[in-house]
């Protein structure tokens, strides 16, 4: 559902205040001024035991049923998972123009409200529709909502403070027009419902209407940034989440964190009936303090990563060379749009090799949940330039590329050997960003190439395996981090032998997979 009425934005009062010794001195005995702080009293309580569920999108938001105890997971295209608490519907199945970025529940526990990045409302159960912000401009998108207490309005807020009330919401002030130093990543109501708290990312608190200002992390060095936030009832306090699991409390009692236990992100904090649970974008669920674990959901670890898989040459290349033979500037150098490739002694051309490895790891990064652009579709094509090969990983906005080729080196060499960047700038070009993840991208993939293939590292060119290369028009003009593997010799006849065999193939595949599949799981680290 969508609606247009939204209240105008009114001038603010600014609620950001550095921590006072006295509570920093709290905060550091309570052993949460530190982000990742965890003096724990109680480990949290995570899967296995109850039922965890499989998910297929990233988990964005939670809420708690405040009569069960339970809860739910949102995820980015709307799909709502319950645990202990009543489904009542979600936008799973409905073309999202935003992702859904936030979560509500009503008091009774009967319905709950998603809200996309463009404002959008979905109402479900008990939870009706009051307005909304789909379809109107915004200046900043929206990333979270809150609902009042009986349940009949709710606020929207945006990254840029501004704040959008519906129903019986009141509106008390917005940073919406004033400059932050870092944007807004949540709101939480006051037990009246006559206030709200906004967090920034750098944890700095702003209180509006009876929210009392009690803290913040604004002016400390965090080591991860804050994600969201929740209010304490019973205390009448708040605690903020970053997103390595870090929880820091101000007029509410800690419980412990989930610092060092996450795959993912955090992305939220839900208060229970007693104590607190941490969410994680894959969907982990880490109870603390008492609050019941009831279930998770397992998102994929490659789920919202873009991996392009680049199979070198193409089966057509031979047969044009006045198109593959043109000159093309590979980033302060020329150098030919393609060439056709090498062959082995049998003739298996690597064209052929690089297109069926190809294919198998996008089945397998696939399978892991990723997103995977194949530079070519076909193996009877001519091209693409290895410019425009380039520039399919950079416009699909890659976490990682991988180009596959077979080498035609020396008869008596073998082994393998991955390609990587070094700075390079040009007038067109500028890889310097990307230098330092691609090689990262290049280590993992040497070690899980090896270790699952069997292959030894190339005994003729690199050194143990990696070639820094400034003469590779695709690595140069990358702005995403990028590789490209030589995975055997075919002029070398045992080389050869095993890149015709299509199980090697496979478990070439399945190397370079777990690779990129390490390179990414340690990037998402938080």
Known sequence: MTGTA???????????????????????????????????????????????????????????????????????????????????????????????????ATEDGLGYRLVAADGGIFAYGDGAFYGSMGGLPLNRPVVGMAATPDGRGYWLVASDGGIFAYGDAAFYGSMGGLALNRPIVGMTPTADGHGYWLVASDGGIFAYGTARFLGSTGAMILASPVVGMAADGPSGGYRLVAADGGVFCFGAPFAGSAVGLLQRAAVSVDPASTGYRIVSA?????????????????????????????????????????????????????????????????????????????????????????????????????????????????????????????????????GFAVDVPVPVVSSISDNRAIVAPSGQLGTDVRDRFGATTGEHVSDYTGVAGIVPRADLGGLDLSTVPKVLIECGNMQNPGDASVMESANWRQLAAQGLADGITAFLVQRELP
Do not use: K
């Not at 009293?41 to 939670?62: F, W």
């Not at 089966?315 to 060439?339: A, K, M, R, V």
């Open 6 to 104: 939204p209240t105008g934005r009114r001038r603010p009062s600014r609620g950001l205040a550095a921590l006072s010794g006295a509570v920093v001195l709290l905060l550091v005995a309570a052993g949460v001024v530190a982000p990742g702080a965890s003096a724990d009293p109680a480990r949290p309580r995570v899967s296995p035991g109850p039922p965890t569920v499989a998910g297929t999108h990233l988990i964005v938001a939670s809420a708690t049923d405040p009569t069960t105890d339970g809860y739910w997971l949102a995820a980015t295209d709307g799909g709502v998972f319950s645990f202990g608490a009543p489904f009542e519907g979600s936008a799973g199945a409905l073309p999202l123009r935003s992702p859904v970025v936030g979560m509500a």
């Open 282 to 414: 894959d969907g982990s669920v880490y109870a603390l303090g008492g609050a019941p674990f009831l279930g998770s959901v397992h998102v994929p670890p490659l789920v919202g990563e873009v991996v392009t898989v680049d199979p070198g040459h193409d089966g057509g290349n031979g047969s044009d060379p006045g198109f593959i033979d043109q000159l093309i500037d590979g980033g302060g150098f020329t150098e030919p749009c393609d060439t056709a490739g090498t062959s082995d002694a049998a003739g298996y051309p690597e064209h052929a090799f690089t297109f069926d490895v190809a294919t198998r790891l996008a089945a397998l990064l696939e399978a892991g949940g990723a997103t995977v652009v194949l530079t070519r579709s076909s193996d009877s094509g001519v091209g693409p330039c290895v410019n425009n090969r380039a520039a399919i990983g950079n416009a699909a906005r890659s976490d990682a590329v991988v180009s596959i080729h077979g080498d035609g080196g020396p008869v008596g060499g073998s």
